[in-house]
């Protein structure tokens, strides 16, 4: 006698593969904690709005935190059913709006650039961080890595000046004791530009580590830092 075919077994093997998928998705090596300078990323042929708060501090902001694998590589959109959610955050929103302001045109007041931020990385860290304790995290590193503050102890100041960046490296490297990575872009000019620096930080999201692997891209050596 033929057994009767059970489509229960099916639905079950099914869902375990999805959450087989989502758990291998939420798994990664560390984070990159990415700051940028405001001056850089409007000194471009394609601009910047302000955003509707106002102008931002003359300072790095936060770009993002970014989950990341040893092998240079990410997760990305790992939880399209956990949406950036705001009332969650509404506590930290004016920190946000001073240390993670965007750019961005038209202006806007943030949250566009900060449900991308989370909808892209943030969902892909939830085993560890949820949606609050991901967005507090990267302003919790902010405040603990002041760039500027850093930079300008050795000299380096926003004034449209060209630096070496070596030395850029260095004095990071020796306030915070691990190696950044800066990335560059290119003013209307032409000229190479300190436009995004990049820390790693362990799984916790909390303790800076050396980088397993650096992005790519290259500067000059010799980079304008402008003024904002």
């Known amino acids: ?25 939420q798994d990664f090596d560390f984070f990159y904690f990415v700051q940028q300078w405001p001056g850089s990323y409007c000194d471009t042929k394609k601009s910047c709005c302000y955003p509707t708060t106002g102008k931002p501090p003359s300072d790095f902001g936060i770009h993002g935190l970014w989950p990341n694998y ?12 956990n949406s950036y959610d705001q009332s969650k955050i509404s506590d930290l929103i004016s920190r946000m709006q001073q240390d ?45 890595i002041d760039l500027l503050q850093i930079l300008q102890s050795a000299g380096i100041n926003p004034d ?13 490297s020796n306030a915070i004791g691990y190696t950044p990575y800066i990335e560059c872009n290119v003013d209307e000019d032409g000229n190479s530009q300190l436009y995004q620096i990049y820390v790693c930080v362990d799984s916790s999201g909390s303790n800076l580590i050396e980088c397993p692997v650096f992005p790519r891209g290259k500067c ?3 980079i304008e830092f402008p003024s904002f």
């Open 1 to 25: 006698m033929d057994k009767k075919f059970n489509p229960s077994i099916l639905i079950t093997l099914f869902l375990l593969q999805c959450l087989c998928v989502l758990s291998a998705a």
């Open 70 to 81: 040893k092998d240079g590589s990410y997760p990305s959109n790992c939880d399209p059913n």
């Open 100 to 144: 993670w302001a965007t750019l961005a045109c038209p202006s806007n007041s943030g949250s566009t650039f900060w449900s991308h931020e989370w909808d892209k990385h943030g969902t892909c860290s939830e085993s560890v961080l949820d949606q609050h304790s991901y967005f507090r995290a990267a302003l919790n590193l902010k405040s603990k």
């Open 160 to 172: 449209g000046g060209f630096y070496s960046l070596s030395s850029i490296k260095s004095t990071i």
């Open 220 to 222: 000059g050596s010799s």
